[in-house]
């Protein structure tokens, strides 16, 4: 893999960094010119190293564990970290289309309970082409009181997978290198995430078999002139969130970010649901005028602005004009929801190239793949043309138009597996440099005219070498699944760095009652929500939910996207959120589960949502305490104003389905 032209990334070895005479860090030259450490010093002699009991892996490239039945071929490297059960932890390394005397590693702690590891191929050993030296790393962690497997990965549970699962490939335009094994109390068992966020790795975990143990493994391309393979493993026992959002920072250190819009941390609204492609410069403006009076900041014009077509799929994607019939003055509908008081984001299926766009005829040499299914093709990046095109037509919207952001949709469908070799013409050989590329120049061409443009991406593209280019990141489709929205929501904090997260599309039947219309809302409380629904259609009831969880998540946007989140029994799909910050704690209940209140001195003001059917809130008190508590309903309407006098232990407390307890606690 080619050295790329930026500095260090995160967890590259500073001054102050161990180096290979450190207790905690060994190299190649180093084993063998010094003495294996002392065992006091927490790390075996390499005699009596425990190899790893193979374990079964169809699929994998060498049949099965990372050297299994070979330990002359792995390098163990002692981490100077201990188990819960006081077993050291030891990394075993091993270099395809090379041997182990060709590594070089550093181990660097990062603080109590948690290492930096780095792995390069030395300098002076013979190398194989780039292509084919891999890195691979396993480490095993008991499986001792194991609950849960937590990853990015929006398609897979959070239980516990076999070892013979196969590993995610994770690169700049799918997913993010990161995965936490979690143990009772939502403690993190272990935590460990890969540096490299642009190009291909694979990573996996599963418990093995064989030995009651959980295998983590990681593999990365690299050579003498490469990245090298970056590795922080967390031990700490902490909050599996807190070890998951210091993964976060890990990225982004020595990252610039432009910083967020106001607009993109409050509520939205998205044409999607409620109109899909049918829309229109009056329909928008209607759903516009609606949405700001309920607290909406702005609006999301989805699929269909581009085309007469109704039919879905992407075959007029490419061209991307607006469609005349519909909107005959893109410019002039921009300028009258500005009046309104919104902020208005387009829709682009960036990949995408239709076969009934003009443009099909002059890039179908320049594609990474069809698919017939969707009548449309992906666009190969690496290619300047490409990129041009694109570029040019997506910043017409915030040039000549004003849009104040783009909702950039299908950026993962650039995450081709075996892509065709780079095109005549190509300026760079990897996919995900020419994804990089593209939105990169995208990014430098549109704050020239808009400094503040409001950028969406979704998931699974969640990849912390996309922050740069964006503000804000979504759940993906899960139309009318609050809890599905919910676990989506969550995980997608916890990854997100400087980003505001946006729940998918908030939807109901236009049947449902108000308390389950605020169901969906509470279910989408530590992001922001985008409402689609047609608001015109709805009863006042529903209108009123609307309106008073909207001013809700306004109210409360620091502590809600901001505060410190902790999730609870990622197993059970967070059965219980909270969040908090210095002034105020926020607690959604999702299941009829009691409810701890905050230490005291702690934040004066506790919020609890209900979305439970159950009204009976149990509140945990440590001791006991005053507070003033207001009972608000679904729709804003206070039914309880009273002073409780709280004892040590629950304390029942009736807070309707939909509804929201406020307490204050007295100083």
């Known amino acids: 893999m080619p050295a790329e032209s930026e500095s260090p990334g995160p967890g590259s070895p500073g001054p102050g960094s161990l180096g290979p005479e450190s207790p905690g860090s060994e190299s190649a030259e180093s084993r063998s010119a010094a003495p294996p450490p002392a065992a006091s010093d927490g790390v075996e002699p390499e005699g009596v190293t425990p190899w790893p009991v193979p374990a079964w892996r169809p699929g994998l490239p060498d049949g099965g564990a990372s050297g299994a039945g070979d330990p002359g071929g792995q390098l163990p490297l002692h981490t100077g970290l201990f188990h819960s059960t006081g077993d050291p932890l030891v990394v075993h390394l091993r270099l395809s289309g090379g041997t182990r005397e060709q590594l070089e590693t550093t181990v660097t702690p990062d603080g109590e309970g948690a290492v930096l590891i780095e792995v390069t191929v030395a300098a002076e050993a013979p190398t194989a082409p780039a292509t084919s030296l891999t890195v691979h790393a396993e480490w095993r962690v008991p499986c001792v009181g194991a609950t849960a497997y937590w990853t990015p990965d929006t398609s897979a549970p959070c239980w516990l997978p076999p070892s013979w699962t196969l590993p995610r490939t994770v690169s700049l335009a799918l997913g993010a290198p990161v995965a936490s094994l979690v143990g009772a109390g939502d403690r993190a068992l272990c935590t460990a995430a890969l540096g490299e966020t642009s190009a291909p790795v694979r990573v996996g975990g599963g418990v093995v078999e064989e030995s009651g143990e959980f295998a983590f493994t990681a593999e990365q391309q690299l050579d003498s002139y490469g990245r090298p393979l970056r590795l922080r493993i967390d031990l700490t026992g902490r909050h599996f969130a807190a070890t998951v959002q210091d993964v976060a920072a890990w990225w982004g250190e020595g990252l610039r970010h432009p910083g967020v819009a106001p607009a993109a941390r409050l509520p939205a609204y998205s044409t999607w649901y409620s109109l899909h492609q049918h829309v229109d410069a009056a329909a928008v403006e209607r759903q516009a005028a609606l949405a700001a009076d309920l607290g909406c900041a702005s609006i999301i ?367």
């Not at 003009?358 to 320049?366: E, S």
């Not at 849009?403 to 950039?408: E, I, M, Q, T, Y």
């Not at 209108?543 to 989140?565: E, I, K, P, Y």
Request: glycine fraction near 6%; include cysteine; aromatic fraction near 6%.
């Open 301 to 667: 014009v989805d699929d269909g602005w581009q085309t007469a077509d109704r039919t879905r799929g992407y075959g007029h994607c490419g061209d991307w004009d607006a469609n005349p019939e519909a909107f005959p003055d893109p410019a002039a509908h921009v300028a009258e929801v500005h009046r309104l008081g919104l902020a208005e984001l387009l829709w682009y299926a960036v990949p995408y190239i239709g076969r009934h766009d003009d443009a099909w005829d002059r890039f179908k040499g320049m594609l990474l793949r069809e698919e017939p299914e969707v009548d449309a093709a992906v666009l190969d990046p690496r290619h300047p043309a490409v990129r041009g095109h694109l570029i040019e037509k997506i910043s017409k919207a915030v040039e000549q138009w004003g849009v104040d952001g783009l909702k950039l949709d299908f950026i993962d469908r650039f995450a081709v597996k075996d892509p065709p070799p780079a095109p005549t013409g190509a300026d760079h050989t990897a996919v995900h440099e020419g994804v990089r590329q593209l939105l990169a120049d995208l990014d430098a061409r549109l704050r020239r005219t808009c400094p503040d443009v409001i950028v969406e991406l979704r998931q699974p593209y969640v990849s912390p070498g996309l922050w740069p280019y964006a503000a804000m990141i979504r759940a993906t489709d899960c139309p009318l699944s609050p809890a599905e929205n919910r676990q989506r929501t969550v995980d997608c904090r916890l990854t997100s760095g400087p980003l505001a997260v946006h729940a998918d599309m908030i939807m109901w039947h236009p049947a449902e009652t108000p308390e389950n219309v605020a169901v969906h809302l509470i279910n989408a409380l530590f992001s922001v929500p985008q409402i689609s629904i047609d608001l015109a259609a709805q009863s006042p009831d529903q209108l009123a939910v609307v309106r008073f969880w909207t001013r809700v998540f306004r109210t409360h946007v620091d502590v809600l996207q901001l505060g410190s989140l902790e999730p609870s029994r990622p197993e059970l799909g967070y059965p219980q959120v909270r969040a908090h910050d210095a002034r105020a704690t926020v607690v959604a209940r999702y299941a009829p589960l009691p409810v701890a209140l905050p230490e005291r001195p702690g934040p004066r003001t506790v919020l609890v949502a209900n979305a439970d059917p159950d009204p009976v809130v149990l509140l945990t008190a440590t001791g006991p305490e005053r507070v003033l508590a207001l009972v608000r309903d679904c729709r804003g309407d206070i039914l309880s104003e009273t002073v409780l006098d709280l004892l040590a232990g629950p304390n029942p407390v009736t807070v309707p389905t939909g509804g929201l307890l406020t307490l204050t606690r007295e100083r």
